[in-house]
């Protein structure tokens, strides 16, 4: 059996040697097809298969308010903090309700300043996420309301 096997494998190499512009076109549809398949699979393992890093994350949600007129998804707008207020008062069947609105905030000290990626969130995002701070505290609801300068910073800053 194997030598029929080692019999076959040469004829294969004298086979893709005899003729070598096939052999490169064959060997590059290869590595081709191997590598997008890894990236699909890569994507959709980050985006679909991997649940979130929280506990219950199957059960969170995103809320986005659509201008009058218009229905595609493409044309949503975040809730206005004034909006996340007005839920808060009126949804009964929630375990808990934060807002978090993308900002870009600058970070200096010696040297240039850096552009970092930051967010500005209610109080309660940390209670709904399940998270705690690895060291200190988060803000509070008062501090939230009184529109307080507060920092929770990431372990990557």
Do not use: C
């Amino acid at each position: 059996m194997f030598a029929s096997l080692a019999r076959d494998a040469r004829y294969a190499l004298r086979s893709l040697a005899a003729r070598p512009s096939y052999t490169l076109v064959m060997l590059v549809t290869v590595a081709l097809v191997v590598g997008v398949g890894s990236a699909v699979l890569a994507v959709v393992n980050a985006t679909l298969v991997r649940p979130l890093p929280f506990a219950d994350g199957g059960r969170l949600i995103q809320i986005f308010t659509l201008p009058p007129g218009l229905t595609a998804v493409n044309d949503r707008n975040p809730l206005a903090s004034i909006d996340l207020v007005r839920f808060r008062a009126r949804l009964q069947q929630i375990d808990g309700l934060a807002g978090q609105w993308a900002r870009e905030r600058a970070i200096g000290g010696q040297g240039d300043p850096e552009s970092v990626p930051a967010a500005a969130v209610s109080a309660s995002l940390f209670p709904v996420l399940g998270a705690a701070p690895a060291l200190g505290r988060t803000f509070t609801d008062a501090e939230d309301l009184a529109d307080a300068k507060v920092v929770v910073l990431a372990d990557s800053l």
